[in-house]
T-cell receptor, first 115, second 115 residues
Framework: DAMVIQNPRYQVTQFGKPVTLSCSQTLNHNVMYWYQQKSSQAPKLLFHYYDKDFNNEADTPDNFQSRRPNTSFCFLDIRSPGLGDAAMYLC??????????????FGPGTRLTVL | AQTVTQSQPEMSVQEAETVTLSCTYDTSESDYYLFWYKQPPSRQMILVIRQEAYKQQNATENRFSVNFQKAAKSFSLKISDSQLGDAAMYFCAYGPGGGADGLTFGKGTHLIIQP
C-alpha cells in the first residue's frame, strides 16, 4: 500500500546533540510537510517542500532544518535539541494544490525525547 | 493569519448515539478547504471528511457529515451511530485553496465512546 513512513518511531537524544528524523513516501506526492505536535496541542507547521522549493514558516526556530534529496525522502534536522523540542514530529504529503482536494496524508510520527 | 478554534476539549457519547463536534475558524480568504482529521491513540492521523469552501452542499462520508456555515465560519462534524472505533482525537483544520501551504489545526477534541 502507498504510504508515508517515518523512522524511527521513537527517538531519544541528549540536550544539544544533533538528531535527524526521516520521512519517506511511496505516494509520489510533490509536497512534503513537517509538523511539530507537543503533548495535548495542535500540530504546528514547521516547513514544507514543494518539489525542491523549500518554504519555512516565519516562526520556525533556526535550530530546525530540513533536506529533501529526492521526491521520496525528506529529513528533519534538529541541530541542538533543547528540552522544549521534545514532541511528536509528523511528516505529511500532498499532491499539488487543487489536485486531490488538497488532502494531506500523514505518517505515524516520530516521538522525540530530549534528556 | 488563519485561526481554528475547537471549544470542546473532550466529548463523550454512548455507543450508537449521535455526537456533534464544533469548530469555528477565521480567515479573510474566500478560497479554502476545511478538514476533519482523526488521530487515534498512538496511530497516525487520517482524514475523516473534507469540505471545499466554494461548495454549498455539506460533505458526507457514510456516518460522518458536516454542517458548513460559511458566513458564520462554522464547520461542525456530526458522527451518527457512534462506534467504539470512533474514539480518538479529532482535529479541525483549515487549508488554503490555491497554495501548497500547510494546514492550520484546532487544538482538538478528545472523543470518548461509552459502551
Amino acid at each position: 500500500d502507498a504510504m508515508v513512513i517515518q523512522n524511527p518511531r521513537y527517538q531519544v537524544t541528549q540536550f544539544g546533540k544533533p538528531v535527524t528524523l526521516s520521512c519517506s513516501q511511496t505516494l509520489n506526492h510533490n509536497v512534503m510537510y513537517w509538523y511539530q505536535q507537543k503533548s495535548s496541542q495542535a500540530p504546528k507547521l514547521l516547513f514544507h517542500y514543494y518539489d525542491k522549493d523549500f518554504n519555512n514558516e516565519a516562526d520556525t526556530p533556526d535550530n530546525f532544518q530540513s533536506r529533501r534529496p529526492n521526491t521520496s525522502f525528506c529529513f528533519l534536522d534538529i541541530r541542538s535539541p533543547g528540552l522544549g523540542d521534545a514532541a511528536m514530529y509528523l511528516c505529511a504529503t500532498s499532491r499539488p494544490p487543487r489536485q486531490g482536494g488538497n488532502e494531506q496524508f500523514f505518517g505515524p510520527g516520530t516521538r522525540l525525547t530530549v534528556l | 493569519a488563519q485561526t481554528v478554534t475547537q471549544s470542546q476539549p473532550e466529548m463523550s457519547v454512548q455507543e450508537a448515539e449521535t455526537v456533534t463536534l464544533s469548530c469555528t475558524y477565521d480567515t479573510s480568504e474566500s478560497d479554502y478547504y476545511l478538514f476533519w482529521y482523526k488521530q487515534p491513540p498512538s496511530r497516525q492521523m487520517i482524514l475523516v471528511i473534507r469540505q471545499e469552501a466554494y461548495k454549498q452542499q455539506n460533505a458526507t462520508e457514510n456516518r460522518f457529515s458536516v454542517n458548513f456555515q460559511k458566513a458564520a465560519k462554522s464547520f461542525s462534524l456530526k458522527i451518527s451511530d457512534s462506534q467504539l472505533g470512533d474514539a480518538a482525537m479529532y482535529f479541525c483544520a483549515y487549508g488554503p485553496g490555491g497554495g501548497a501551504d500547510g494546514l492550520t489545526f484546532g487544538k482538538g477534541t478528545h472523543l470518548i465512546i461509552q459502551p
